[in-house]
């Protein structure tokens, strides 16, 4: 069982160190560095690279008292959820938390097909200093885990400043970590959640019946709007195709990663030959379409940028009437950890978890009630930017309504 979830299982004997995360596993995908361990982010692109040091996260975390279990497979480059393993390392108890990129909702997805909880943190509270990843403004450090507290306290330790990083936040760091080390309590405190009015909600007959749950458990549900949301799949699209077009040409075979062995005239042709040698052909196609809008388009990506901006205010403003938002995780009703051929597969199975990449809000992943067929269809909760602790909070109670626990 472990050989088919974990590409590498850590031969060295535990650091014995006491900490806040002293006793708890941690799986860690081949994106995230950690050092003297193989580090190929699942890609032909970076065959045998073995990573010199610890990700500011990776230290964190050591420094925590964590134990480092080993490497679960992963989508190239994070892009999907193709050869996925992190869920199933922890359905099958082999790890209590599992670190994992979100670029298009991943994590969330991911949890929704083993039925646990699947977090996006905030952007910018999080380092990505040692995580390689194609969409820098868009992707974060997912932590997949069946315990909400243990996602709290590992987000806790993970967040913080970093001064090589510079899509950390300042502003926002110090309200976030005080959020965990002072975690609200919801006595007696009323709890709105909002239904974007833009998306159809009669699409999917086990999310209402969620909702109505929730407002027998006494819970506000409001419709708020959420301006261009039809717009987000598009705007994800364009955007994220020419960050990763960009970020990808770092993979250049001269410096690192992997060169065609095959016979080349130059050095130009060695590159084109590794280049098309280095990526699967979902990524391929990505950085294609990202090609076009740097190069032929660029003024959708102008637009697509403008609309980012409004989408983040809308959110902003959605947030001055509702403690959170709420959504389902995919469009159908059991998610899947399905094999996307194609960019336009991949953001029909993710349509509807890309809001928080695109404006950086975090959000969560969590079993829905039991419905008539047995299952779980799960569902999203998204929080205002900075206030992870209170989402989470919010989390925890919604999951115990959804399991009669309350």
Not at 9 to 33: H, Q, R, W, Y
Not at 92 to 105: A, F, I, M, P
Not at 228 to 234: G, I, K, N, Q
Request: hydrophobic share 35%.
């Amino acid at each position: 069982m472990k050989s088919e979830i974990f590409t590498y299982l850590n031969a060295s004997s535990p650091t014995l160190m006491d900490g806040p995360m002293s006793g708890i596993s941690v799986a860690i995908e081949p994106n995230i560095s950690v050092k003297n361990w193989p580090t190929n982010a699942q890609s032909i692109a970076l065959e045998n690279y073995v990573a010199l040091e610890d990700s500011t996260l990776v230290e964190r975390l050591r420094n925590a008292g964590a134990t480092l279990k080993g490497r679960t497979s992963m989508s190239e480059l994070g892009l999907g959820l193709n050869n996925d393993t992190g869920g199933d390392a922890i359905k099958n108890e082999l790890s209590d938390v599992v670190l994992k990129t979100d670029t298009t909702g991943e994590t969330r997805m991911a949890a929704a097909v083993c039925e646990c909880f699947g977090f996006k943190p905030s952007y910018g509270i999080v380092s990505r200093l040692g995580m390689i990843g194609l969409v820098p403004s868009m992707e974060s450090c997912g932590i997949l885990s069946d315990s909400l507290q243990t996602i709290s306290e590992t987000a806790c330790i993970m967040a913080g400043s970093d001064k090589p990083d510079s899509s950390i936040d300042e502003s926002g760091i110090d309200r976030a970590i005080s959020g965990f080390k002072k975690p609200e309590k919801l006595q007696d405190r009323h709890i709105s959640a909002g239904i974007i009015r833009e998306w159809d909600t009669g699409k999917s007959k086990e999310f209402e019946q969620a909702m109505t749950i929730l407002r027998k458990a006494g819970i506000q549900i409001e419709k708020i709007s959420i301006k261009d949301f039809s717009l987000a799949r598009t705007v994800h699209n364009v955007i994220g195709t020419v960050e990763a077009s960009s970020s990808a040409g770092r993979f250049d075979s001269v410096r690192y990663g992997h060169r065609t062995s095959g016979s080349v005239k130059n050095w130009n042709d060695m590159y084109i030959k590794s280049r098309s040698e280095s990526f699967g052909p979902l990524v391929k196609a990505y950085l294609f379409q990202g090609g076009y809008f740097q190069y032929k388009k660029y003024n959708t990506f102008l637009d697509a940028c403008r609309i980012r901006a409004c989408l983040i205010e809308s959110i902003n403003k959605a947030f001055e009437t509702v403690d959170i938002i709420v959504l389902p995780v995919s469009v159908r009703a059991e998610a899947s950890a399905e094999k996307p051929d194609t960019v336009t597969d991949l953001y029909d199975s993710f349509s509807l978890t890309l809001l928080a990449n695109l404006t950086g809000n975090p959000s969560i992943s969590i079993p829905g009630p039991v419905n008539v067929n047995g299952g779980r269809p799960a569902v999203q909760l998204i929080g205002q930017r900075f206030d992870d602790a209170h989402l989470l909070t919010i989390a925890e109670h919604i999951s115990k309504i959804f399991t009669g626990a309350m």
